[in-house]
C-alpha cells in the first residue's frame, strides 16, 4: 500500500483490455471482447474493476491552443518539506492548474498551468502559488510547442519483481 493505494497487478486479460482501450478508447466493449476472444461481460467487469482501483480512468485530451488557452506552462515550485502536502492540496483545488504532483528534486512539486492568457497565468502564480506558505521559489517554463502528448497506464506485471511491496493486495 502506498498512502491510501493500492498496488494491483494485472493479469494478461486486464493488461490486453488496457492496450486495446489505449489504442482506440472509443471503441465498444464488444468490440474489445471479440478481439480478445473474451465474453462482453468479462471486459465490462474487469473495465469496472480497473476503474474502481483508479489503475485506469477515460478522459478527453484537448490541445489547448485549439480551445481558447493561448498560455500553457510548467511552474516548479520549491517547497519546504513540511508542506508540501498543504501545497499540494492548494494547487489542487486551482482550476488553471490540470496537473500537480511532488517530484525529487531543489524543485519538490511541479504543476501544469493553462489559461486563456499570459496575464491571467501570472495572476494565479503571484497572487495564489508565490503566497501559499512554504513556497520559498517559483520557476515558469512556458511551452513553446508539444511534439507529443500522449498518455499510457503503467502496467505492473505479475513476473517484475516488486522489491518495496513484494506481495501487494489484489
Keep these: 500500500r502506498h498512502e491510501g493505494c493500492v498496488m494491483r497487478r494485472f493479469d494478461e486479460t486486464d493488461e490486453a483490455i488496457m492496450a486495446a482501450f ?3 478508447g472509443r471503441q465498444r466493449n464488444r468490440e474489445v471482447a471479440r478481439r480478445l476472444d473474451i465474453s462482453e461481460g468479462t471486459v465490462r467487469q ?3 474493476k480497473l ?5 485506469i480512468r477515460f478522459d478527453v485530451v484537448t490541445d489547448p491552443s485549439r480551445s481558447g488557452i493561448d498560455f500553457v506552462a510548467f511552474v516548479r515550485l520549491s517547497v519546504a518539506p513540511r508542506e508540501i502536502e498543504a501545497v499540494l492540496d492548494a494547487c489542487t483545488r486551482l482550476p488553471a492548474l490540470w496537473y500537480v504532483a511532488s517530484v525529487a528534486g531543489r ?15 501570472m495572476q494565479v502564480i503571484n497572487t495564489r502559488l508565490r503566497l501559499l506558505p512554504g513556497v520559498n521559489e517559483v520557476d515558469v517554463r512556458v511551452v513553446i510547442g508539444s511534439a507529443r502528448h500522449d498518455f499510457h497506464e503503467i502496467v505492473v506485471r505479475d513476473d517484475l519483481d516488486v522489491a518495496h511491496d513484494p ?3 489484489v
Design 51 to 55: 476503474q474502481e482501483a483508479r489503475a
Design 107 to 121: 524543485y519538490n512539486v511541479m504543476a501544469l498551468i493553462s489559461c486563456a492568457t499570459q496575464r491571467d497565468a
Design 46 to 48: 474487469r473495465l469496472a
Design 22 to 24: 489505449q489504442a482506440a
Design 167 to 169: 506481495q501487494p493486495d
